[in-house]
């Protein structure tokens, strides 16, 4: 029998998400983003399910190369551009966008022989201090990718820091009056769905279309949004514990009464954060306990105590479509996006449609 950690991809949820993106959007083109393999899911995967998206926006150009060579026609944006001269020829040659955020992207744009010409995403820096030139410089940039000859349409980007939190996306806008009538593109999740006066002609959206919440004190169910992966295994040893028993790697749990735990073929080389401390929510066969003790490589371990049913062999889901992956990544203190993206190569992936 195979070891029976395994991720679940559901892929007509992943379809309504976008489709939910979709009726956000309005009159915007979508990008779906799919950087980092698609969050983790696979984009080779996922692939099919993204039919009705405009384009794909990634960061990894061999990715973005693949993708073309496997037949794929619509707008492929490289959010983070080129990185080294020798890669500007392949954005002409393959027909993807670049994100230019940087004077040194520009002058290898300028130094380097290219046959036709390159579409932009110029990209400014509106606050998040992070990638992006000044706005000060919109009108000359545009100038001067223009003198250049090597570029085709330009977009003006930007990207908000606040879109899911109070601060919004107001005081970003206002140092992005771009001078030009240029298509804009700003929106990633947060923004689409909270702020879609924000959607310009190309919106990004990433998250959201993997099932999860961007918004912390939002379930993704409220947004009509529905989870993509599921990350599930079973349970493969029980212990009975006396009060005082600790459980685990530092012995960080203690039993305060008599216990029955699960040990469930799972851990932090899955994917699963070494840093859900004891009492993260977990499902067995359907209902919900809590973990206990650290979680180690392969194993961690769950609490059956009010579980008379439940033994060697019962079904455990991790995160999916009976518990959010954004109550698990909240007990963890992170985001479901680093959950998504630690998924290790060593779970089997099956796919439905
Ligand atoms: C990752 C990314 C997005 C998507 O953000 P989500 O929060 O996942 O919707 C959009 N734009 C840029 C520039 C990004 O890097």
């Known amino acids: 029998m195979p070891r029976p950690a395994r991720a679940l991809l559901d892929l007509s949820a992943l379809r309504d998400n976008l489709a939910v993106a979709r009726r ?90 290219i046959v036709g010409r390159i579409d932009i995403f110029l ?22 990718l223009g003198r250049s000859g090597k570029v085709g349409s330009i977009t003006l980007m930007t990207h908000f820091a606040n ?18 009538s240029l298509p804009l593109s700003m929106a990633n999740s947060a923004a689409l769905l909270r702020h879609p006066a924000t959607a310009g002609a190309w919106v990004r959206p990433g998250i959201m279309l993997y099932g999860s919440s961007p918004f912390p004190e939002t379930p993704a169910a409220a947004l009509g949004l529905r989870p993509v992966m599921t990350l599930e295994t ?61 979680v180690s490589m392969d194993l961690m371990c769950l609490d059956l105590t009010a579980m008379a049913g439940a033994g060697v062999g019962s079904r455990v889901q991790l995160w999916g479509d009976e518990l959010s992956v954004d109550e698990v990544a909240a007990s963890a203190g992170t985001v479901s996006y680093e959950l998504f993206c630690a998924l290790s190569s060593r779970v089997p992936v099956s796919v439905s449609e």
């Open 234 to 294: 079973r349970i493969i040893g029980v212990q009975q514990l006396h009060p005082g028993d600790r459980v685990g790697y530092g012995g960080t749990f203690t039993a305060q009464h008599p216990m029955r735990i699960g040990v469930i073929a799972c851990g932090y080389a899955d994917g699963y954060p070494r840093h859900a401390p004891s009492g993260t929510p977990i499902m067995v066969d359907g209902e919900r306990t809590r973990t206990v003790g650290r």
């Open 123 to 144: 990209k400014f820096n509106t606050g998040m201090n992070r990638l992006g030139f000044p706005t000060s410089q919109a009108q000359a940039l545009v100038e001067r």
């Open 24 to 113: 956000a959007a309005g009159n915007a083109s979508i990008l779906a983003v799919v950087k980092a393999n698609a969050y983790g899911h696979g984009l080779t995967r996922v692939l099919s399910a993204l039919e009705a998206a405009d384009g794909l926006a990634l960061i990894e150009l061999d990715q973005a190369v693949a993708l073309r060579e496997r037949g794929y026609v619509k707008p492929l944006l490289l959010l983070g551009g080129f990185f080294e001269p020798e890669d500007v020829e392949l954005f002409p040659a393959h027909r993807l966008i670049a994100v230019i955020h940087h004077e040194d992207q520009l002058l290898m744009l300028e130094k380097t022989e």
């Open 163 to 180: 879109a899911d939190d109070s601060r919004g996306v107001e005081w970003q806008l206002a140092a992005f009056r771009p001078a030009q």
